[in-house]
């Protein structure tokens, strides 16, 4: 509790002096109420969420649009607040040379100049724009992002072999129906021959999904729509009242995907065929570092695997290719992996940038890595979760091709 009214506290003084900004630049005290009764609203909200909100670790849509209004709001007044902060030692400075060189008899500050509080309030536009249009329109700006890779290796009958890959759907975050089915759309659109899904279907609970179970249940591939586990579908952040209604929530999630015609591979694999030819397709329970579950068993999933069969592997978590497939003797050719979301945010620009802090923390975080002749699809998540929206991250769909490599001879 003591963090919180710490916290509390801080956002009392910057907004405080915050304030001093706009009263420098203008004098309309209607603007000051609208300052003022915003400034509430949220912490009447962060108040209520501390105090009366849900007490677990999940992500209700409450808990997140506070979280995200706290973001929009409040940090960019600490940028507001650090321009002034210059500003104000710069004033102090002046002040006390005039005072010093005796250009004035008594000490005082200059005052504040509206074009510096005018250039505060500007560059705290940027960051509260831009997580407002990630919170009302960027979470579901769905791109489609398109990958050709070559192998080797691959058998000739799957020479131009499409595969549709979503991730992250974290269905008890959506808030608008017709969106959804917008992605779900553009997902069909793709027309690949099949479509993978690597984990976190739900925030917590199975039931978050039954709004679009129809929906979901509506996509289909020649070869099929298979699914993996992530971490947030064990409903390992609520606080469930016994085991049993914790493991009867995952069984509903398992159900679900059958009822919906998904393959669910808890450690399994597949044989995809083409002719006379065939790839494996290798799905693994969650498995990351960091503290998160640890489920995924490799050596049960590729059980009746050839060691020189093509093989396709599903694992939710990057860092499972990071920690152990990558460098694994029965050379995984392509991982599809989510979990990360790119963060939600950051700055992507193909050719020039691609940045988000959540490089920080994987290696591998979004798009397509390659490492020891093997690759990793990290998809930026269809869906969002914590932050209720996406900024310079955008939800994806990803479409990647296999290729035969045209032989040197």
Known sequence: MLRWIIFITIYILVDIYAFQALKTITKNQWFYAVYVAI???LLGMIIYQLNYGDSSRSMTPWRMYTLGLTLAIFFPKILVVLVMVIEDLVRLVVG??????????????????????????????????????????????????????????????FNGYRITQISDIHSGSFDDMSKVAEGVELIRAQDSDIILFTGDLVNNRADEMLPYKELFGSLSAPDGVYSVLGNHDYGDYVNWDTSEEKEANL??????????????????????????EQIRLVGV??????????????????NGVKPEEFKILMSHDPSHWQEKVKRDKRHFHLTLSGHTHGMQFGIEIPGWIKWSPVKYRYENWAGIYEEFGRYINVNRGFGFIGYPGRVGIWPEVSVIELKKRASSA
Do not use: H
């Open 39 to 41: 400034s509430l609203i």
């Open 251 to 276: 069984q509903a999630l398992k159900t679900l995907q059958k009822e919906i015609g998904w393959d669910l591979l808890l450690n399994e694999n597949r044989i995809i065929k083409r002719k006379d």
């Open 96 to 157: 006390l040379v005039n005072k010093g060189f005796g250009f004035t008899d008594q000490f005082y500050l200059p005052s504040r100049r509206k074009f510096i509080s005018a250039i505060a309030i500007g560059v705290a536009a940027i960051p509260f724009s831009s997580l407002m249009y990630g919170m009302f329109r960027g979470k579901y700006n769905y791109r489609v992002r398109k990958y050709t890779l070559e192998f080797d290796d691959l058998p000739e009958a």
């Open 285 to 302: 329970e969650n498995w990351g570092v960091g503290g998160f579950k640890k489920a995924g068993d490799l050596d049960r999933a590729c």
